[in-house]
């Protein structure tokens, strides 16, 4: 029963006199030191044992009748690890009151031994937000440029639709392979004068080909080098092409070797550009070629707008940067670092990068995530300062509204099944959401008193 009320009898309790001083260990770190003299902890060490004696209950005694001394023994080790915790709680809590603390990581705890009627002592190193002197963050100049679409870039943009919606289809006309063309390929491969498939039995797929068909540019070949050297080709020509293995190629045995291809071209394709007809244009959702290019015309305004909104922000977020001088919390660096070298390998890995070369780089990258890292951080906090000083918030509602977008594009019923889908814990996403809101409002706010010049401030002020 006495355990009962062992988590719940030090969280009413009158002030505790203490000590405390804080020392700067370096930039955005303290060393905070709590010292409790020998009465204060005889006081708070009897006033715990009487709260145990009062409810405790005893085998052969009534509640509230055992002996204090019986009490003492069999539970002081409770005793004392409860009023450690108190101890350190209130200390922490008065240390941050006193010295108006903004701690963003807490470590390296120290302390004296705490019994009945001895001083008590302990300190800690703890991470501050940095103070720092904002600069001048009204008025920042920013270049704008106009946004101006050409005829000839909407031509460029149509033909490039065009060329990627088209087919391919048999030559009609006597002429050798192009670059970009299909072409089918009848194939054997020999590496130092073998058999390619004699010299390793994982490469028996790659060791022959009939009537293999293969895109004559580097972007689409199978192997290095193997596409474009087809280009100058006729029909039933054959060639010699060298195909030199890397240290990253899928097949151990051919790793760093030079393979043979003796290849003879057996078909061409070619590809046709879609045609401007009836078909093309119910495809594309416009009812004749002027409402194609007037279609692409805005899709292309819209992204070179985007474009031209992100420089600006970003011209104006690295003239903030350059103007102001702070340091950043290591352990909120360390953390943010290892956050960026995970995204930075997602990324790589995505755009189908070796696993291999991602390891080989991966010093690179961790020195590279340490700079993007300071950097992450160092705007973070100075947005952080110009909301407080323009008094910008973040209402509870948009994040909900934010949160609900997300889930709906995911394609989810609802904020709660996209949360389960994508394992994720609401309190942490609120939390991501209403930093990223709060940042978006704040440089919007600081883009609304920014200096506007060059050929597109009207533009943008509208």
């Avoid at 992100?310 to 001088?325: E, G, V, W």
């Avoid at 409002?441 to 533009?459: R, S, V, W």
Wanted: charged content about 35%; hydrophobic content about 40%; proline content about 3%.
């Amino acid at each position: 029963m006495v355990a009962r009320y062992f988590t719940s009898i030090f969280i009413e309790r009158n002030p505790i006199p203490m000590k405390v001083t804080v020392e700067n260990t370096g930039p955005c770190q303290k060393q905070v030191n709590v010292e409790f003299s020998a009465e204060e902890i005889q006081k708070e060490y009897d006033e715990s044992l009487a709260m145990f004696a009062k409810h405790g209950s005893v085998k052969g005694f009534r509640p509230g009748k055992a002996p204090v001394e019986m009490i003492r023994r069999m539970y002081d080790k409770k005793i004392l690890e409860g009023l450690y915790d108190h101890l350190l709680a209130r200390g922490f809590q008065q240390a941050m009151k006193e010295h108006k603390l903004e701690t963003v990581a807490e470590y390296d705890l120290k302390k004296s031994e705490l019994k009945a009627g001895q001083p008590f002592s302990f300190s800690l190193t703890v991470d501050v937000e940095p103070e720092f002197e904002l600069p001048a963050y009204k008025g920042i100049e920013v270049e704008t440029k106009k946004v101006d679409i050409t005829e000839d870039a909407v031509g460029q943009a149509v033909d490039h639709y065009r060329e990627n919606t088209g087919k391919y289809e048999d030559l009609k006309e006597d002429r050798p392979v192009q670059a970009g063309d299909m072409v089918a390929v009848d194939y054997t491969a020999t590496v130092d004068g073998k058999p390619m498939a004699e010299v390793s039995e994982k490469a028996k797929g790659l060791a022959a080909g009939t009537d293999f068909w293969v895109i004559a540019n580097e972007e689409y070949s199978f192997l290095p080098g193997f596409g474009p050297a087809l280009v100058g080709l006729k029909v039933g020509a054959s060639k010699d092409i060298s195909v030199a293995f890397d240290a990253q190629a899928p097949i151990e045995e051919l790793r760093g070797k030079t393979g043979l291809f003796q290849a003879t071209v057996k078909k061409i394709r070619a590809k046709t550009k879609a045609a401007l007809d009836e078909e093309f244009f119910k495809s594309v959702g416009v009812k004749d070629e002027a409402e194609l290019r007037e279609t692409f015309k805005r899709m292309l305004q819209g992204e070179a707008e985007r474009h031209e909104h992100a420089r600006r922000r970003n011209q104006l977020i690295d003239a903030l940067m350059k103007n102001a001088t702070l340091d950043v919390p290591e352990s909120e660096a360390h953390d943010e670092s290892h956050r960026i070298v995970y995204e930075m390998v997602e990324e790589n890995t995505r755009r189908g990068v070796p696993e291999q070369e991602i390891r080989d780089n991966i010093g690179k990258i961790s020195e590279s995530a340490k700079t993007a890292a300071k950097d992450r951080l160092k705007l973070r906090y100075l947005l952080k300062r110009i909301a407080r000083e323009e008094k910008i918030e973040v209402a509870d509602a948009e994040v909900s509204a934010l949160m609900a977008q997300q889930a709906l594009r995911s394609g989810a019923k609802s904020v709660k099944e996209w949360l389960q889908q994508m394992k994720l814990k609401e309190g942490e996403v609120r939390k991501g959401l209403r930093a990223d809101l709060l940042t978006t409002k704040t440089i919007d706010a600081l883009m609304g008193h920014a200096k506007l010049t060059g050929e597109g401030a009207e533009a943008a002020k509208k």
